[in-house]
Every structure is written in structure tokens, then in C-alpha cells.
């Protein structure tokens, strides 16, 4: 009988260390390892798994990644994209599933580490919307635009024509910042006003525009911009 492959007892001990003492007992590239098993049975992945914390130099920007640069890593196939942005699918829903049925207002702070996950890390802008109900309970949450790596579109009259198809009467506004500042600039400002003033008028009120970035995150409203 052959021998067992150098690293089956590997992936055996770091299962059981798992199992036994929970992720906090686990760096973070063996946590890579453990998701890498799934998508590479037969094969030693931990040096992958080392390669892959070196290119995105941290979990978060790893599950974010867009998969062709997944598969840019050495070793990286479609297998291993595959996984890695299904965990990150599984993530980002769980955090998401914190913030629906309740008030957003009164969970500000998971509505923050969602935003973070789904934004944070993107290397493009992008702007999406929360429609709220009347109490504040999350209805729809969308991205309404994408842009370059320093600008995105956004059009107040379509934001505000969403809201009342959804029959929402107050909206956050989120965008993120790829440079990884989260100061708002001018046009930042001058564009959350435009949608304030457009839905000011058909009954559709901005609670605050979110900025997200690497380096954290920015309220407008906190800033006592809006």
C-alpha cells in the first residue's frame, strides 16, 4: 500500500485543532487551509494558502476579491475561487440577516460590519441604497451603481422613483472610497443634498450617507454635513 500523501496527517491535526479548540486557536492562512480542503482534496494547500494572505494581505480583502484575481495566484484555479466566494456569499448573507426585520437605526452597528464587508475591499465605487419602512426595518437593499476606481454616477430622481416603488419613506445612502479615505468630498456632499432635496418633495427622507473604506468608515450626518 502506498503511503498517505506528507500532508494528510497535516490536515488531520488542523481539522481536530478545529474541531476541538475553535478558529481562535487557528492562524489565519491555516483558517484559508481549512476552506482551501474543499476545493483541493488532493493536493498540500498551505502554501497556497500562505500565497493568497501575501496578495490580499488579510482575510476580509481575500473573500472580496473578484475571482479572476483569485485565479491570477499561483495554484489558484476555478476551484478555489469558487470556494472562496461562496464563504464569502455565505458571510456577507449572514451579516445581512442581522440587519433585516429590525430597526436599522437601533443596529447601526451591524449595519456597519455588513456595509464593510460588501464594500470595503471592492477596487471600484460603488453606490448602493437601504430602503427603510416606516419603522426603520430594512426593505431592499441595492446597488443602484458602479463606477471607476475614483467615481461613481448617482442619479437623485431614480434613487427617489426606487423608493417609492418600494414604498420606502427613508433611505441611507452608502457608498465606498477604494483610495481607503473615508473623508467625504465635495461632490459627495453636494450629491447627498441633490437626493435630500429630491425627496424632501415626494415624502422620502435621507437618514445619512455612509462612507466605507479599508480605513473605516464616515457619517455625513455625524459630520454634520447633511
Known amino acids: 500500500m ?70 491570477e495566484v499561483e495554484g489558484a484555479g476555478d476551484a478555489v475561487s469558487h470556494v472562496i466566494g461562496l464563504a464569502n456569499a455565505i458571510s456577507r448573507r449572514a451579516l445581512r440577516e442581522d440587519v433585516m426585520d429590525r430597526s436599522v437605526i437601533g443596529s447601526w452597528d451591524k449595519l456597519i460590519d455588513y456595509c464593510t464587508a460588501a464594500m ?29 476606481v475614483n467615481h461613481v454616477p448617482l442619479y437623485p430622481r431614480e434613487v427617489i422613483k426606487r423608493a417609492l416603488e418600494l414604498q420606502s419613506s427613508a433611505i441611507i445612502l452608502v457608498h465606498n472610497h477604494p483610495s481607503g479615505d473615508p473623508t467625504p468630498s465635495d461632490a459627495d456632499v453636494e ?13 422620502v427622507t435621507v437618514h ?7 480605513g473605516g468608515h464616515q457619517s455625513m450626518k455625524t459630520l454634520g454635513l447633511i
Open 2 to 71: 502506498a503511503d498517505k500523501p506528507h500532508y494528510h496527517e497535516h490536515r488531520a491535526r488542523l481539522r481536530q485543532r478545529f474541531a476541538e479548540r475553535g478558529a481562535d486557536s487557528l492562524a489565519d492562512y491555516e483558517l484559508v487551509e481549512l476552506l482551501l480542503f474543499n476545493a483541493l482534496p488532493r493536493r498540500d494547500v498551505k502554501p497556497l494558502a500562505k500565497r493568497l494572505m501575501d496578495k490580499f494581505g488579510g482575510l476580509a480583502a481575500m473573500l472580496a476579491a473578484d475571482p479572476k484575481s483569485i485565479t
Open 120 to 148: 470595503a475591499h471592492s477596487p471600484t465605487e460603488q453606490f448602493r441604497v437601504l430602503f427603510l419602512d416606516h419603522r426603520n426595518g430594512l426593505l431592499a437593499d441595492e446597488v443602484q451603481q458602479e463606477g471607476t
Open 191 to 203: 450629491m447627498t443634498r441633490e437626493v435630500m432635496d429630491a425627496g424632501r418633495k415626494l415624502g
Open 208 to 214: 445619512d450617507h455612509l462612507i466605507i473604506c479599508r
